[in-house]
């Protein structure tokens, strides 16, 4: 798999978007990019997944750069309930390992 | 409903033990996989599972071995428990082995050992 790269922690206010940055510059023509977070003492949460266009779901969206060697999750109105470490992962097809690295622990603050 | 149940939620135990943690899915998914969060919170998969069938064996010690009596099923059981061992473990599953969607993953089971 393809290593990311993700700040340690980020601080964003409750209602505003969080924005979360990660870097994958040697990725590979299948390997797809996808996000986990995992709150405090739980199992982690899948949350979004994409491969070269920008995806949307009820959780959160992610918008891959043009040449993919990068990708930004957006929480677009973050809760408190937000607080958590999240994963940014990428894996092709013939893969069934996720590989976690050490994440962003993103804290969101009243 | 809880998709993917594990049990015991904590496990504290003392060296030398022999102990098992049980995994099962109601999500009708062909596949499973048991991962370790060690102290330092690094998330590493240690086994996987499609249909009944080993898939993935990571360089983990034989005294872990993985049981899977039906695809809903996948327990773990430790022998001769050592410090070591003490982890998070998190049981997961996905729809097939090659699943391009998201995994389902387990609270997951705290294991102490003393």
């Known amino acids: 798999d393809a290593k990311t790269t993700q700040p340690p922690s980020m601080d964003c206010a409750e209602g505003r978007a969080a924005n979360l940055p990660c870097n994958h510059s040697?990725?590979?023509?299948?390997?797809?990019v996808y996000w986990y977070r995992q709150i405090h003492s739980q199992g982690p949460q899948y949350i979004i997944h994409?491969?070269?266009n920008n995806e949307t779901n009820e959780m959160a969206s992610l918008i891959i750069t043009e040449d993919r060697k990068s990708s930004t999750l957006i929480l677009p109105h973050a809760t408190l309930r937000d607080t958590a470490v999240y994963y940014c992962?990428?894996?092709?097809?013939?893969?069934?390992?996720?590989?976690f690295g050490t994440g962003t622990r993103l804290t969101i603050i009243p | 409903d809880t998709a993917v149940s594990q049990t015991p939620k904590y496990l504290v135990t003392q060296m030398g033990n022999d102990k098992s943690i049980k995994c099962e899915q109601n999500?009708?998914?062909?596949?499973m996989y048991w991962y370790k969060q060690d102290s330092k919170k690094f998330l590493k998969i240690m086994f996987s599972?499609?249909?009944?069938?080993?898939?993935i064996n990571e360089t983990v010690p034989n005294r872990f071995s993985p049981k899977s009596p039906d695809k809903a099923h996948l327990n773990l059981h430790i022998n001769s428990l050592e410090l070591g061992d003490s982890a998070v473990y998190f049981c997961?599953?996905?729809?097939?082995?090659?699943?391009?969607?998201?995994?389902?993953f387990g609270s997951g089971t705290r294991l102490t050992v003393v």
């Open positions: 997961a599953s996905s729809q097939a082995a090659q699943w391009l969607g998201g995994y389902t």
């Open positions: 040697t990725i590979s023509g299948n390997e797809y």
């Open positions: 994409g491969l070269k």
């Open positions: 992962i990428v894996r092709d097809f013939g893969n069934e390992k996720l590989t």
């Open positions: 999500l009708g998914h062909d596949t």
């Open positions: 599972y499609n249909n009944k069938e080993l898939i």
